[in-house]
Nanobody, 119 residues
Framework: QVQLVESGGGSVPPGGSLRLSCEASVDFDFDNPAHMGWYRQSLGKEREFVALINWRGTANYADFVEGRFTINRGLRGDLGDTIFLQMTNLRPEDTATYFC????????WGRGTQVAVWS
């Protein structure tokens, strides 16, 4: 069972920045090819893809990111690999619960962290 621990959500004005982090209880590398990333869900909407990074370090982003977010891997934490989502120039429509995931043959989800962009 893979555990994911998220942190870094908060409330900021439009144009502000936040950095989300997600530590997995496993590593992903050549011996364990997988990818990690983020989805988000706003009130009344379906969960949507935000960004991912694979074990090679290749990143992909949703179109709405428009260069404002950066996903990367950090140093290995106490549990396992950690990824970050640096979000800049936040907009009110970015308000959502952000969920970290880890995917191999199945997908594991974190509990989510709240991001609020208020005007």
């Amino acid at each position: 069972q893979v555990q994911l621990v998220e942190s870094g959500g908060g409330s900021v004005p439009p144009g502000g920045s936040l950095r989300l982090s997600c530590e997995a209880s496993v590593d992903f590398d050549f011996d364990n090819p997988a990818h990690m990333g983020w989805y988000r869900q706003s009130l009344g909407k379906e969960r949507e893809f935000v960004a991912l990074i694979n074990w090679r370090g290749t990143a992909n982003y949703a179109d709405f990111v428009e260069g404002r977010f950066t996903i990367n891997r950090g140093l290995r934490g106490d549990l396992g690999d950690t990824i970050f989502l640096q979000m800049t120039n936040l907009r009110p429509e970015d308000t959502a619960t952000y969920f970290c995931y880890y995917a191999t043959s199945r997908v594991y989800w974190g509990r989510g962290t709240q991001v609020a962009v208020w005007s």
